[in-house]
């Protein structure tokens, strides 16, 4: 059964052609797509995603999802990592290049306000929306942004809140320790949540850093928010390739109940 509570639709969504502004590649499988050509008043929200068909044919078929890492005078910044052949396809677009895009899709992440200290982990390209959610915080804040990489060449997109001034901390943590602590995001936020007090929690990456970071947000009774990204079929919440379980013994829409849920409804142990 699906949730009685939720969005029917994408109410904002639409389908419009965007332009490939540039293509940043990070390392062998790890890039930054910039694409231009958005509507006047598109205005998306941390948290939302585009689906981009990545090729004009039918194949690849179906539209790809990715979170919207920045949007800035017109151009939209994507983090993506080459899996597969939509994403390879991706990589190698060219300056020009037009790419069929629906949105902006899904739900966001809460407004981090002047009293808020908000705990982040994330990791891989679910960094992506903590990143705007970053750039959106109110300057009174605390952010404390539990960064977590492959290597350092994959360090992007926080080089404005580095060092100690504004809102943001960044602790950044990599499996290889060319960066950072050798290690695990999860392990500098469970000191952090030892040494600190924090309103919320949000968290996007990997399902088991995930749940990891939701064994300690229920663990010390914190609001806890996450995004779900999945691979999608419709985006619009009709074909069910997206659904999550949830405590509640019903089912949750990544595409449209989310991506962005409270994570204390998730079923994280999965049997």
Known sequence: MIATEHRHCQKNARVFKTRVESVNTLTDDLFILYLSGFPNDFDPEPGMFLHLKVAPDEHPLLRRPFSIQSYNDGTAAILIREVGAGSRILHHLQPGDEV????????TFPKIG???????????????PLIACCHEADAGARVDFCFGVRSENEVQGVEPFMGERGPVHIHLSSDDGSVGYQGFCTDIASR???????????????WVMMAKTARLAIQKEIPFFASLEVQMGCGLGACLACVYESTEGDFIRSCIDGPVVDGHNVVWERV
């Open 192 to 206: 952090l949540l030892e040494e600190r007090s924090y309103t919320k929690i949000f968290t996007c990456g990997p």
């Open 100 to 107: 069929d895009t629906l949105g902006p899709l899904g739900t």
């Open 114 to 128: 002047k009293d808020d200290s908000v705990l982040m982990v994330g990791g891989g390209v679910g960094v992506a």
